[in-house]
């Protein structure tokens, strides 16, 4: 009879093993999710010179953990013309892709839950699944606001699924996988990806701010000019579903870029003990989890215009110049990645030094018009 | 001992396709439709994935329900809702249907039983190697005449629903 790990019979493994895996994940984005809120108040109130959360629990550590009591003890609400099943259904929609795709996030040396050779693939799927659940959950409210929130969301994560993909494409050609694990691998010691592509990292990360519907680019849920998008209609747990949802998002596009750009769970001791791979992925994670809160409190809206135009006139563009210029280089000098990363910092600097150029010209060309016109 | 796994998968995903597919037709309302739909095509990505095929099963849910779906409901929302029913809307061609549908049915299963005996799947390791070799070496003329037809229908629409400027 055959022998499992642990001396279990591998039939009862199997499950066995899905079943740890759910519960650990779960465990892990509902546990984030609090930390996740409590960082994003007291970034938020540090940077906008206030206090943030103080007084439930030391330094306001439990404040988040009230609010989570308080949200389960709500009472779900459903207003008489929504539709009911797709209504019910929709927080469900949005949450299981983004619960899936954990399966396949490498937090250390043979710690992942399914090492697919198409993982990267596989998360990138996952992820335009979201759009699904928000446009009925959009639909279902039975609400213009909703409805505009919804619509506004498809429009968004289509047009900016392109620049993400292009971008991660042209890591996918680097490396030469599309395994999350083959990917975190190829990146021992110093040698990350982030040094060779820089620009498809900004690309990536721009992109993935727009995929998880967080500032700038939170026009679906804008509270300003929608009420609250397609959250509008929702209450208590429901809402928090679609909340749990947005930043286990924001944890996956931050795990996505410390595996293909930051070289995943290398650090110092991993080779002596690799269970302190989980430490150093979790905080490089979290650093860009930190960096998705401070652009938020820094920067302003978009407007939708300027949004597609961001993202169909400079982004897909220039990720697609990155892309033929990274394949181009990769096949004339095939042994070295020297003159691929000269091109990519070229590129980043051009694009960093040119979009403010473009803008002001823009501008003058814009009053320039009105003033004819006037 | 896990024999039993794999045709047991097959018959859920058989059975959830059929029904859902014959919930798309049926169903009164579109929204519901375009959502069984995007169900349909979920599970045959799990079909894909039974053959081993884990590419192509994730650029099915990737196209399909990730854009193709998305884009019928945006449709869908820009259209007003009237109480009409699509399900008898539909079932109004269902002669023109039968006479379409029998004969492809036919053809198809004549095609699946033909593929009865031949030789079992390529070895596992997935099928991204031999798909991508086939689409950019193999057939790559083939492919780029498709991806230049798309780019053409692409401009077509484009100029069909611009606005004019004055």
Redesign the interface.
Known sequence: MPVGPFGIDP?IW?PLRLVIAVLLVVGLVFNGALAQIYLERKIQAIIQDRLGPLHTGPWGLLQTFADAIKLLGKEDIRARLT?KW?FLAAPSIVFSPMLASYVVIPFAPGIVGAD???GL??M???G??T??GI??A??ASNNKYS?MG??RS??Q??SY?VPQILSLVTVVLVVGT?SMVGIAESQPGWQLNVLVLPLAFVTYFIAGLAETNRAPFDLPEAESELVAGFLTEYSGMRWAIFFLAEYGEVTVVSSIVTTLWFGAWHGPFVEVFPLIGVLWFTLKTYFFVLVFMWIRATLPRLRIDQLMSLCWKVLIPLTLTNLVVTATLLLVFPSTLVPVAIANWILLAAFVLLLPYVQRRRLVALRERLRTAA | ??DFIEPALFAILTIAIVAAGAGVVLANRI?TSA?LM?FTFLNIAGMFVLLGA??IA??Q??IY???I???I??G??FTPQSPRAYGLFFQTQKYWAALFVVPIAIFVALVAFSFRDSATLGAK??D?LPLATSVFRDFAFPFEVASVLLLAAMVGAIVLVKRDEE
């Open positions: 039939v199997a539709d797709f697919l050779n198409v693939l596989y990138t799927t996952l335009s699944m759009v699904l446009v009925i959009g639909w409805l919804g619509l498809a429009g994560l289509i699924e599309l | 001992m896990l929204t959502l995007a884990e590419t994730m650029f849910v990737l329900v990730g854009a779906t998305v884009l409901l945006y869908v929302m390791g997935g991204l």
